[in-house]
């Protein structure tokens, strides 16, 4: 056994409002309920499990649009359930916060499609009903099909969609931050005062993209800002994590693309003059336990039989802006600049993926790592990814659910809290406090700051 981590392991179970998520296919396995999605208990007892398990969080992914790069419609989306259907994640939160104590929860909003203001109003009221357990997972879209379906002609441009998300992480933060004053909450029932209306300010925000004149309309959260989360790796994505996110999350293939980029986020972050300390770097990773090396081999072996490589090629058509169905299983592939994940691109290119290789990659369905073993070889091989790769932690993706999830919780957990790498309890306080053991609050040197009470900044956009 390697010398001890020194540090405990963040996992976040990467879950999504659907059938399908990252590794397609997996619904025709006999053990497999995904399916019941849209049954309340299927997520209420997948809450009980994760906190078990001492999850830090539930990592709820979604989209708005439809996979219809790949051969230019849904067929393989719609046949293998490649993340269609999709239901809202948000409207989770409340039943699994109430089977839950410790949980937190990561939801993903894209800035692009809800108003600011009212999306404010909505997070707010989550980090009140979960005392403090809320995390936003922010995203700009990237689906043309998305763009279509809520009226405009095609997606905004990659760069330009950050640009636009700047500005609406300045609302949020003038609402959460700045529009209720500390102690504006007095609940005084002698003199009839609930809040003082001296301590309440409006926003005047008049920029680019967004127009708003109002007081947020909810009292302050335990955490006031939901923790921020952000997945962007591609130049603008990273000048936009290193000013706003506090968890970063990566798709990298190896621990060396993960040592990479994680140092070109903590630089970044450094150079937006914030601490690097004060980002997490999570990786994608999918795991297969058992108590046996041979038994984790056949489950692995089962899951590629239950798999769609085509789906997840379909999936991928997507993220790169590419038709790989007009391709034959060796052809070049011409990666070039694209409105969608420019990231997943700029790694296709640069390892010259054919569609064979590809599919190759895709053969449990999805793109990502997988260590596969028992509790002694995952719990080593997550470990490297931390050493290796510089990262925090993962967002662990489910092959077979819950079976993935019970796995990691009773055979892996145990393994690493023998090695001092795996909490052995909850810590108290919000989740923000949890991640980082600095408070509820975004730390002063964070954006936000600028944007507190009292602050000029209240006014006009800059």
Not at 163 to 170: C, K, M, P, S, V
Not at 345 to 363: F, M, N
Not at 379 to 386: G, I, K, S, Y
Request: aromatic share 8%; with cysteine; charged share 20%.
């Amino acid at each position: 056994m390697a010398e001890r981590l020194g540090k405990h392991i963040l996992v976040n179970a990467f879950n999504m409002n659907s059938i399908g998520h990252i590794n397609h296919g997996q619904w025709v396995h006999p053990r497999d309920t995904s399916v019941n999605y849209k049954r309340l208990d299927y997520w209420t007892d997948l809450a009980k499990t994760l906190e078990r398990g001492l999850f830090d969080a539930v990592f709820l992914a979604d989209i708005l649009g439809v996979y219809d790069v790949y051969g230019a419609g849904i067929d393989v989306t719609a046949r293998e359930a490649v993340q269609l259907p999709v239901n809202d994640p948000l409207v989770l939160v409340s039943a699994m916060a109430s089977v839950t104590r410790h949980l937190g929860f990561g939801v993903t909003v894209n800035v692009n499609n809800e108003a600011p203001y009212t999306f404010a109003r909505r997070i707010s009221t989550l980090d009140h009903l979960t005392d403090g357990r809320i995390g936003w997972n922010i995203v700009t879209g990237y689906l043309d099909s998305a763009a279509r379906a809520v009226g405009r002609s095609d997606q905004i441009r990659h760069d330009l969609r950050y640009d636009q998300a700047d500005e609406y992480l300045e609302v949020l933060y003038k609402l959460w931050e700045g529009s209720w004053e500390e102690g504006a909450v007095r609940g005084d029932r002698a003199s009839r005062v609930y809040a003082d209306p001296a301590r309440i300010h409006p926003v005047h925000h008049h920029g680019q993209f967004y127009q708003v004149d109002g007081y947020h309309l909810s009292e302050p959260s335990r955490q006031r800002t939901p923790v921020l989360f952000q997945a962007g790796t591609s130049g603008r994505g990273q000048v936009f994590a290193a000013r706003h996110a506090e968890c970063v999350f990566i798709s990298v293939p190896d621990k060396a693309a993960a040592r990479a980029a994680s140092r070109a986020v903590r630089a970044a972050v450094a150079a937006a003059g914030r601490n690097p300390s004060d980002v997490r770097i999570l990786a994608g990773i999918a795991v297969i336990a058992d108590h046996s090396e041979a038994g984790a081999h056949e489950k692995l072996a089962e899951y590629r039989a239950a798999s769609s490589p085509e789906a997840g090629l379909a999936h991928y058509s997507a993220s790169v802006g590419i038709d790989f169905a007009r391709f034959g299983l060796d052809d070049p592939i011409p990666f070039g600049q694209s409105n969608a994940i420019q990231s997943a691109a700029k790694i296709a290119e640069s390892r010259g993926y054919t569609k064979r290789a590809l599919l190759d990659q895709l053969a449990l369905g999805g793109r990502y790592p997988i260590a596969v073993g028992t509790p002694v070889q995952v719990a080593d091989e997550l470990e490297a990814w931390v050493r290796e790769g510089e990262i925090d932690g993962f967002n662990l993706t489910r092959i077979v659910t819950p079976e993935s999830y019970t796995d990691f919780a009773d055979l892996v957990v145990p393994e690493l809290q023998t090695r001092g790498s795996y909490k052995t309890a909850y810590g108290e306080g919000s989740l923000r406090h949890r991640i980082f053991g600095q408070g509820d609050r975004l730390p002063a040197t964070h954006t936000a700051q600028g944007f507190r009470i009292g602050g000029s900044l209240l006014g006009a956009a800059e």
